[in-house]
Nanobody
Framework: VQLQACGGGLVQAGGSLRLSCTTS????????MGWFRQAPGKEREFVAV????????YYADSVKSRFTIRRDNAKRLVYLQMNILKPEDTAVYYC???????????WGQGTQVTVSS
């Protein structure tokens, strides 16, 4: 599975961005898909994940009610809609995939999100 994230950029606090992750390889619809992020000087952290059908999703407390993860299995895409962005959301965001929640052996290259105050 190859993953490629895009959609990052510079946005003011309170604004919105939508990240997209395109995938290649077999059996996309069987994978759980998620997002992690890494801020400068900090460890990589979990952001959100959704199951194979998109019917179940989990979020980090820090983004709950502001971010929404969604997938389109027909298009082999996964999205991260980010609203009410805060400067502390500034990070490189990574798309991930795996066979089950909590195990993500596949990582894409990151996309930079910068939120100015």
């Amino acid at each position: 599975v190859q993953l490629q994230a895009c959609g990052g950029g510079l946005v003011q606090a309170g604004g919105s961005l939508r990240l997209s992750c395109t995938t290649s390889g077999r059996n996309f619809s069987s994978y759980v898909m998620g997002w992690f992020r890494q801020a400068p000087g900090k460890e990589r952290e979990f952001v959100a994940v959704t199951n194979w059908s998109g019917s179940v999703s989990y979020y980090a407390d820090s983004v709950k009610s502001r971010f929404t993860i969604r997938r389109d299995n027909a298009k082999r895409l996964v999205y991260l809609q980010m609203n009410i962005l805060k400067p502390e959301d500034t990070a490189v965001y990574y798309c991930v995939a795996g066979a089950r929640i909590g195990n993500y052996p596949y990582w894409g290259q990151g996309t930079q999100v910068t939120v100015s105050s």
